[in-house]
Structures are given as C-alpha cells and as structure tokens.
C-alpha cells in the first residue's frame, strides 16, 4: 500500500523551530520529487519547498526562503523539512506529496500525498 505519512507538527512560538518528517511505504521516495505545501483555513493549498530526485535541486517559496531547508534521507526513505524563525503566518496544515515528475508548484501534478500535521506559531 502507497503512503506518505506526516509527522512534527505541533504548537511553538513565534521564532521557534520545527522539524516536519515525510515517510513513505509502498514505493521509493528516491523516485520521486518531493513537494511540501500547506494550507490555512479559506486560503489555497500553496508549494512550500520541493526537492527534485533527479539532482537534488531545492525550491522555495519567498516566504520561506532562509528560514525553511528541506532535505531527503533516501536510505530513511524520508525527506524533512526544517522550519526556523517560525512565524505566526506560518500557521497552517503542511502536506507532504510526490511526483514522478520534476518538482511543480502545481498541487495537481503530484500522485501521492499525506494526511497532513498542523503547525500552529502562536504566543
């Protein structure tokens, strides 16, 4: 059975640190890119970072970039995505999904995706 599964989400305060983990069963996440969106309530689900398999390229949103690092671990068959200086616009459910394209900001060129966790940054 094909699944990715989200953990480290939680609570932490403005400027705090998190570390989100994607752990794929099933299938080799090395095959894939690996995308992290998320979503907060009445708002559209947005990329947050991706990292292709390929090269290992990286990508992301200018929001993120300098505090947010994604990174894979293909012999964990997991990726993580690193969250520093967390602010509360942070806040939001982040998906992890994979594609057996290149990484895309596009939410529907990805074939699998997690549950999601919440991260919620609030004092």
């Known amino acids: 059975q094909v699944q990715l599964v989200e953990s480290g989400g939680g609570l932490v305060q403005p400027g705090g640190s998190l570390r989100l983990s994607c752990a794929a069963s099933?299938?080799?996440?090395?095959?894939?890119?690996i995308g992290w969106f998320r979503q907060a309530p009445g708002k559209e689900r947005a990329r947050v970072s991706c990292?292709?398999?390929?090269?290992?390229?990286?990508y992301y949103a200018d929001s993120v970039k300098g505090r947010f690092a994604i990174s894979r671990d293909d012999a964990k068959n997991t990726v993580y995505l690193q969250m520093n200086s967390l602010k509360p616009e942070d806040t939001a459910v982040y998906y992890c999904a994979a594609s057996l394209r290149l990484c895309s900001s596009s939410w529907f060129r990805y074939d699998y995706w997690g549950q999601g966790t919440q991260v919620t940054v609030s004092s």
């Open positions: 099933g299938f080799t996440l090395d095959d894939y890119a």
């Open positions: 990292i292709n398999s390929s090269d290992g390229s990286t």
